[in-house]
C-alpha cells in the first residue's frame, strides 16, 4: 500500500463526549487520501472503545494506547508512526470543516515557500456541532495565504487543530517540545520560525475551537500559564527580530491576561478584528 499524502494526528484523554464527531469529520472528508493516527494516552472512560470501533470499520485509522505518556510524547508517538508527506493536528473536541484538507493541501501545493498552513475557526461550545458552509475548492486562485510568521511576536495566531504542515519540517526542528507542560503548539511555531520556516493563514472557517464549562482559566494554574506565554513570547521578539514596543505589549497582554474573564471577553469584543490574528 502506498503511503499516504496527510496524516492527521490526535492525542486524546478521556474524550468519549467528543471523539466520534471529530473521527467523522475526517472520515467525511473531501480528500480522501490520509490516515488517521490516534493516541489515546491512559483514558479512563469509553474513549479507547469508541475509537476501536471506528478503526475496525475504516482500515485509514490507525489506534495507539499508552497509559500515559503526556500530550508532548503522544503528539510525537503519532507522527513518527506516520507515513504521510503532510501532518495535520486535530484535537479530539475540534471536529474540522469536510473540505478541510482538500483546500489546506491545494493551498500548500500552491504556494510551496510556506511550511505551514493554518485556517480560521468557528467557536463551538459545551456538545454543540458546527455548522459548515459549502467551499468551492476551484477558487483557491482566489484565496490569499497571509505569511504571519512574525506574528509570533505579538501573540499565537494559529489554531493547534487547524495545521497542515511538512513533517520532515517538523522533524528537522525536534517535533513538540516532551518536557513543556503547556503551550507545546505555541512553543513548537516558534521554533519553525526561528529555523526560517514559513508560516501561513487562511482567512476561511475550515476549523473549530470548543470551549467547554470547565474549560476556564480562572484557576489556580492561569498564572503560570501566562508567565509561560510571556516567557515564549519574548523568546519569539528576541528571535524575530522584535523591538521595544513589541515587549510593552507583551507585558501588557501579560496584564490583560489577569483581568476577570468577563472583562477580558468585554475587551476582546471592543478590540476584535476580521480572522483571528488578534
Known amino acids: 500500500m502506498s503511503s499516504p ?9 478521556n474524550g468519549e463526549n467528543t471523539i466520534g464527531l471529530t473521527i467523522e469529520s475526517i472520515i467525511n472528508q473531501s ?13 479512563t472512560d469509553n474513549t479507547s472503545l469508541i475509537i476501536n470501533e471506528y478503526a475496525k470499520k475504516d482500515m485509514r485509522i490507525k489506534f495507539i494506547k499508552t497509559d500515559g505518556v503526556g500530550r508532548g510524547n503522544a503528539l510525537n508517538l503519532a507522527i513518527k508512526n506516520s507515513k504521510g508527506y503532510y501532518i495535520a493536528n486535530i484535537d479530539a473536541d475540534d471536529p474540522s470543516h469536510p473540505q478541510r484538507l482538500e483546500f489546506q493541501y491545494l493551498a500548500l501545493k500552491k504556494n510551496k515557500e510556506f511550511s505551514l498552513v493554518s485556517t ?10 458546527p455548522f459548515w458552509e459549502n467551499i468551492d475548492c476551484t477558487s483557491i486562485d482566489n484565496i490569499k495565504v497571509i505569511d504571519i510568521t512574525h506574528n509570533l511576536i505579538r501573540n499565537n495566531p494559529i489554531n493547534h487543530s487547524s495545521i497542515l504542515v511538512k513533517k520532515k519540517d517538523l522533524e528537522n526542528v525536534g517535533l513538540y517540545d516532551v518536557d513543556r507542560q503547556c503551550l507545546f503548539d505555541y512553543d513548537l511555531w516558534i521554533r519553525l520560525a526561528q529555523h526560517s520556516y514559513r508560516l501561513g493563514y487562511i482567512n476561511q472557517k475550515l476549523s473549530t475551537k470548543r470551549f467547554h464549562k470547565n474549560q476556564s482559566f480562572e484557576n489556580k494554574k492561569r498564572l503560570n500559564y501566562l508567565q509561560e506565554s510571556l516567557k515564549l513570547q519574548k523568546r519569539a521578539i528576541i528571535n524575530l527580530n522584535g523591538n521595544v514596543l513589541d515587549f510593552l505589549f507583551a507585558y501588557g497582554r501579560f496584564v490583560y491576561g489577569l483581568l476577570p474573564q468577563n472583562v477580558r471577553k468585554l475587551l476582546k469584543t ?3 478584528r476580521d480572522g483571528v490574528l488578534w
Open 5 to 13: 499524502i496527510i496524516s492527521v494526528v490526535c492525542s486524546v484523554k
Open 31 to 43: 480528500f480522501k487520501d490520509w490516515e488517521f493516527i490516534i493516541v489515546d494516552d491512559g483514558s
Open 120 to 129: 480560521n475557526y468557528s467557536l463551538i461550545s459545551g456538545d454543540e456541532e
Open 270 to 272: 471592543v478590540w476584535s
